[in-house]
């Protein structure tokens, strides 16, 4: 038996204990007539103390060539320590140890295990392991195991039922790039990995399954921007007879039971918001409204003046900044500058500072006086001591525009605060997107989703009005979960692939099964997923999913501690059928 | 709202009530002036009632022409049956239909939607969702879900954490074959799917992390034996800090916990059993235990006389057939027979019965008389009215010959019990087997396996002879759990990989990260992995896993619902930098 304890269970209930304790030496003080070892495991740190009153001078010379990192096993007895530590659980104790052994030796670790480590991005990588040892690290996994944990719970006593679906299923060229695995017992032919189970759980469904989930790995071979991962995890839901209604309810239920057992946050307010209100009021489908900012349109009040800028923009929209009025002008000037740089691309910023005895201040005050101005207040519901921000120009770029300022300021006022929890339905979505470089529609959420009732005909006429049964979980600006109600006919789905440029072959081909599952009493169904990584990253207060993967890769989808991917040996790319070409 | 209540809800105490019901069409009974339908969901079945005296007379016209398997949705009110059906909970019941609405039609299935279908194996894979349907496939997903959750549930509180580990690694000839992923971004390299998270999980020990399990799926690309999966989901855990006792008793607590959990069974019995012994006692490294009929070695009293066949032979072992000496000549030839088959491969069978007077008579009684087949009886614990059958030959081949007959009487006398759960520890398995074809020596379990400690220098004399910290967990004649203690060192780590043919470079190159990782202060640590199809199959008291899996592969690694795997486009490949090569 390697301990009886861990290293943070001892408390003063266990003094006069014999107790046997095993871990890695974190740290060693020798004081001369004492030595202090840190021994630290998951659970914790105890002190071990070995002094020349009390220790042989055998086992303090043993005791003084442990290095940071050794892996030791203790036994002694639990006492009171003289100068207690209120910082850590086990603080009123030390172990005197009168045995130890030791159980592996470490090579001096190339960055310091601690909180704070001095080691980089690429070396905490490549030995991910020591990195794991440090607390923010193991902290982070431990969090996303509990959160998993608590959505299984969750959604299995709502009755859901977690079914696995396969891996190796087939490659759609619709959408994001697939990976693929080549078959050796069907030659010449590939399987793909999953870029979610959506096809299987439509089919789950179909068959009766009535409830499903499941927390699985899906894979997306995209170029890696910062912070996207080739593999990722997906709570992956759907239900069957259902309309959105339904599901948002069921989800918010998720939400607040997560945020309740994981953060012991309570949400009482869950607000639903249409596509193109959030659009209007926030620039944006994943707005955070943990703060107000909202934007005021200004066309009405700033397109009957000769300020040509805005008379001949399509739209003139603003922010009142809270307090923004007491920005010196240098400050300003950087904020112009701010909106000016190629990541925002606006043109230029027009100001209105809202001093505190009512009158207005702003940079086109030779166009705009104070009656305008007033109304400009009125809209973007500026107060006294406010300052307003206004863009213009085209209107879903100006409004991109001004949702990353409202973004930066929120940030520079502190009211992105990681503590508050503000979870809201986005609704409504467009069905169809247009892609501006090859002119062609696409699915906004996928090729799976229903349209609004009635509204199937409009895809003939005026395919970017259609909206869908598609809905966003947004919480605190960042999306978390998405879904829609599905399509559960073969003709809607027919029209759909039509309207998205698959020929009636390529349709069957690559979802033909699909569509015969349809025409064998395919019930209404709809479903959701959620972004797992992203989801603890934000119930952890923290931005980088990175940081709650156990072994993530880079931004070449590399695993540097194992150095994969490898090249692979010739007999298997033989038995592949392959042949490398570069 | 598609409904109120489910199909599987309604009681005496909803009489009276206005529900809405949604589901399958199950069944239609036309007796003229009442139509009776089954509707089905995944939670039961409701009557649906239409009678002339109380349903109008266009709404009983469109309940006829309802087809099987339709979906629809009712409004009615809950009404007492007249003749009530004990054998379904809602059998009290039936609801009068005011509302019929079509939600979706059917077209005739290919088999009937019913416990047992019409439907051959093949059609059903092909449409898999309507198979799901059925209620013991259904039952059979539900059950997994229960298992799984149980699983977690357990050991979370036992402080296990669970932790994903990546799907994208990298390849390693060893083992198994891997399934290989190209890699789009490293031009000529591949990824490999995940044999196992073994590698992973010791970083994680190393990490610190103490506790790991994971419900995970894995790879393995191999010619699919019957009932083989190529993708397959695993259990997998692993602890620091541990010895084998560890092990033994935290996962015998699991096994204990599911039982009781999703059998209601209690387990008292939880017997340990050497690798050697299991060999002697049952021919098998997984012996069924749940009867007796435990082998007798009769070298000592069958080598004395006359009988060549048995003075040649290696081994002379016996078993007590329960009853036996009821069997006729021509079954007791019959048995003999099967033994002879090719699959089992004995070249004959010698026969003892013991009679009710205490005397013997055996198939042999010119060589031996009845103080010799005393003896016999004495070795195979044979009682009046049991037969002895005997082989004899080489010991690895007629303990397996033995075994096989013993499984197989089992069978015919119904000693296995689906019921009875007789789990049992196999341990101290030897470190190396012997590759008959090549005369290598490969790791038994795998190469990470901690030999006995003292036993690493007899590797260099009697490889054969090393015992590992190994163990199975077997119940009902299976395996469903293997494990054991790792190295956590490098040089003993190299040691092994020398022993198994690697050359240094190799080594480095595929487990360099591992073997690094243990210089770095690595816990002594070990694990176990459960089969989970097999483990779900056992506990739901089958032995098809095909039957728990949602979506199954043929033989052929195929997916026929889909049709996966299949060709991909010649853009993929390029992107890929691959040539298919028939």
Not at 27 to 49: A, N, P
Not at 136 to 159: D, H, Q, T
Request: glycine share 8%; proline share 5%; net charge negative.
């Amino acid at each position: 038996m390697y301990r009886s304890h861990t290293c943070g269970e001892l408390r003063d209930s266990h003094i006069n204990n014999e107790v046997t304790l095993s871990g890695w030496v974190h740290k060693t003080r020798d004081k001369g007539f004492v030595t202090w070892v840190d021994l630290r495991d998951r659970y914790g740190i105890t002190q071990l103390v070995f002094d020349e009153d009390r220790t042989s001078s055998e086992l303090i010379a043993k005791a003084r060539e442990l290095g940071r990192e050794f892996v030791v096993q203790v036994t002694g007895k639990v006492i009171e320590r003289a100068s207690k530590n209120p910082n850590i659980p086990t603080g009123n104790i030390e172990v005197l140890v009168e045995e130890l052994i030791i159980l592996n030796e470490s090579k001096t670790p190339p960055f310091t295990i601690e909180n704070e480590t001095d080691g980089g991005e690429d070396l905490r990588m490549k030995y991910r392991y020591l990195d794991i040892r440090r607390n923010p690290v193991k902290n982070n996994l431990i969090f996303r195991s509990k959160v998993s944990m608590a959505v299984r719970k969750y959604l299995s006593e709502e009755g859901f039922i977690e079914i696995e679906t396969p891996y190796l299923i087939k490659s759609t060229p619709e959408g994001a790039r697939d990976f693929v695995v080549p078959s050796r017992m069907n030659e010449g032919q590939f399987y793909a990995l999953p870029q979610s189970p959506q096809t299987f759980k439509q089919l789950l469904m179909v068959g009766g399954l009535d409830k499903y989930f499941q927390i699985v790995k899906c894979f997306r071979d995209e170029d890696l921007r910062a912070d996207r991962q080739p593999e990722f995890t997906q709570i992956d839901c759907e239900m069957a007879y259902v309309e959105q209604e339904d599901i948002l309810n069921a989800f918010e239920g998720l939400t607040k039971y997560l945020l309740k057992e994981v953060k012991g946050v309570e949400i009482n307010s869950f607000p639903r918001m249409t596509f193109d209100d959030a659009m209007k009021k926030y620039g944006n489908d994943k707005p955070d409204i943990r703060f107000g900012m909202e934007f005021g349109e200004l066309n009405e009040v700033s397109q009957h003046k000769d300020f040509n800028v805005f008379n001949s923009a399509e739209l003139v929209v603003g922010i009142a900044v809270p307090g923004g009025n007491s920005y010196t002008r240098k400050e300003i000037d950087k904020l112009t500058d701010w909106v000016k740089r190629p990541q925002v691309g606006a043109l230029g910023m027009v100001y209105c500072r809202c001093n505190e005895d009512g009158s207005f201040k702003s940079s086109v005050d030779k166009f705009y006086d104070q009656n305008d101005l007033a109304k400009w207040a009125e809209a973007t519901g500026a107060k006294a001591g406010d300052l307003i921000c206004v863009l213009s120009g085209a209107k879903n770029k100006v409004r991109t525009q001004l949702s990353a300022l409202r973004m930066e300021l929120a940030e520079r006022l502190s009211l992105r605060d990681p503590k508050v929890f503000a979870p809201l339905w986005v609704v409504d979505f467009p069905l169809l997107e247009l892609d501006e470089e090859t002119g062609h529609y696409h699915a906004m959420h996928h090729p799976f989703t229903s349209p609004k009732p009635g509204q199937l005909e409009l895809l003939n006429t005026d395919p970017a009005a259609v909206r869908a049964n598609a809905y966003d979980l947004v919480l605190n600006g960042n999306e978390i979960g998405g879904g829609s109600i599905r399509i559960h006919d073969k003709e809607t789905q027919a029209t759909m692939f039509k309207h998205l440029g698959f020929s009636p072959e390529e349709a069957k081909a690559q979802f033909g099964f699909l569509m015969d599952a349809f025409q064998y009493g395919a019930p209404p169904h709809g479903g959701i997923a959620f972004g797992l990584d992203r989801l603890v990253a934000i119930l952890g207060g923290q931005e980088t999913i990175r940081d709650f993967i156990a072994f993530p890769k880079n931004n070449s989808g590399r695993d540097v501690m194992i150095d994969a991917p490898a090249t692979i040996d010739e007999t298997q790319l033989k038995e592949l059928h392959l042949k490398v070409e570069l």
